[in-house]
């Protein structure tokens, strides 16, 4: 992989799973070391939420986040979308000073907004079991 444009910015686990796995179509011959940190990061990536993720949940929750009036900071944003919390307590970890910022009832809507617009490990399991038991998805 080679640098092309030195910025500075932060990606989501989706995106970086996304460009390490367009990486590994397009760059055929690279040192066993690398390929095997790449293997090992896309393997443990696609056990994370990031797997059921893509441009347009990401940016509906982002959406909805700004039309809701949340004061989260940029990295507060990507944690929520990398961690997808499912219950207060873990929102409360990745937010800073939550309890100062946010009351009882905020953090309830946000929780919603995380649970309608970032998919996560339930819909993952749901799709395992329904895949299990010969469902079909929709």
């Known amino acids: 992989m080679e640098v092309l444009e030195d910025h500075n910015a932060l990606l989501s686990n989706r995106e970086v799973l996304t460009l390490l796995k367009d990486g590994r179509k397009k760059k055929k011959q690279e040192p066993r070391n690398l390929a095997t940190i790449r293997y090992e990061t ?77 998919p996560g490990a339930e819909e993952a399991e749901e799709d395992a079991e329904a895949v299990e038991s010969g469902e079909e998805q929709t």
């Open 42 to 118: 896309v393997r443990y990536l696609e056990d994370t939420p990031c797997k059921l993720q893509d441009d347009a949940t990401v940016k509906a929750f982002l959406v909805a986040v700004k039309e809701k009036g949340f004061r989260l900071t940029k990295s507060e944003k990507l944690e929520i979308i990398n961690q997808r919390p499912n219950n207060i307590v873990e929102l409360q970890l990745v937010i800073e000073e939550s309890e100062e910022r946010f009351s009882e009832e905020a953090m309830n809507q946000l929780l919603e907004l995380i649970v309608a617009h970032v």
